[in-house]
């Protein structure tokens, strides 16, 4: 593995059952300091693949490695403290926050999982945390119920950064957005990536959104890798019919 490789996958397969193969041979890195997008249809396979790379799933068949160790050959401890690095932001702002607990709960929360306290102390890092998505320390005694989906979201953002990850993926995370809301969420996670130098894996079905904050872009149909490239030449040259129709099919996200 290259020194600037921070994920790779190969070879990835998850088979349910004899006859479902959801993800077949898949094999890709994802450089230092970049962000990847994993783009296609719903059913393509791509949430798969962010799962198996983190280890959510067990993969059938294939390899992960992160920062040159063998991801699927750690064990419970040394997986825990990977985990740390290693975040992710899930689709729907709704059902990623729990509504029994209050967002000062949900922020301590990677905390009390790793068993880790900040060194500035809890509420500071909390308030820098909220600041940092660009909210303010009076959502800390909030319910998720009392927020709209971009200020949720925003809410998932800070907790997948609590523990200052390297690698984020954010699966789909303004696709259960409005428009204009989404965009916002976008430019945060772009100037995120600049301010700590996040590495991302970028799931989405809009190639214009893939294009404005991806450096490369790789095309998932049926489970299988189709093309990859930079997303310039990719967008602008795409060599798959498939990526064609995606890229047809999928309007513009005014973002800048």
């Not at 825990?80 to 929360?109: C, H, K, S, W």
């Not at 989404?182 to 301010?195: D, F, H, I, K, P």
């Amino acid at each position: 593995m290259s020194a600037d490789v921070m994920v790779e996958a190969q070879g990835l397969v998850k088979s349910y059952g004899a006859d479902r193969r959801v993800v077949d041979d898949v094999s890709f890195a994802i450089r230092r300091g970049e962000t990847l997008g994993l783009v296609g249809e719903s059913g393509s396979g791509k949430s798969t693949v962010a799962r198996m790379l983190l280890r959510l799933i067990e993969p059938t068949a294939g390899d992960v490695r992160y920062g040159g160790r063998d991801l699927l050959a750690a064990d419970a401890t040394e997986l825990r403290g990977l985990r740390r690095r290693m975040q992710i932001v899930f689709q729907d702002p709704y059902a990623a926050l729990n509504p029994r607990m209050r967002v000062r709960e949900i922020l301590t929360e990677p905390f009390s999982i790793h068993n880790e306290r900040p060194a500035e102390g809890m509420a500071a890092r909390l308030a820098e945390m909220l600041r940092t998505v660009g909210m303010d320390g009076s959502a800390l005694g909030r319910f998720p119920h009392e927020f709209s989906g971009g200020q949720r979201q925003r809410i998932n953002i800070a907790r997948a950064l609590a523990l200052k990850p390297e690698f984020v993926v954010l699966d789909e995370p303004v696709s259960a957005l409005d428009v204009s809301v989404g965009a916002q969420v976008v430019n945060l996670l772009r100037e995120l990536r600049q301010e700590y130098g996040l590495t991302y894996l970028f799931i989405s079905h809009s190639m214009p959104l893939v294009r404005y904050l991806c450096d490369r872009v790789a095309i998932m149909q049926r489970g299988k890798l189709v093309e990859l490239g930079d997303c310039e030449q990719v967008c602008d040259a795409p060599r798959q019919d498939y990526t064609r129709r995606l890229i047809a099919a999928t309007p513009e996200m005014p973002c800048r």
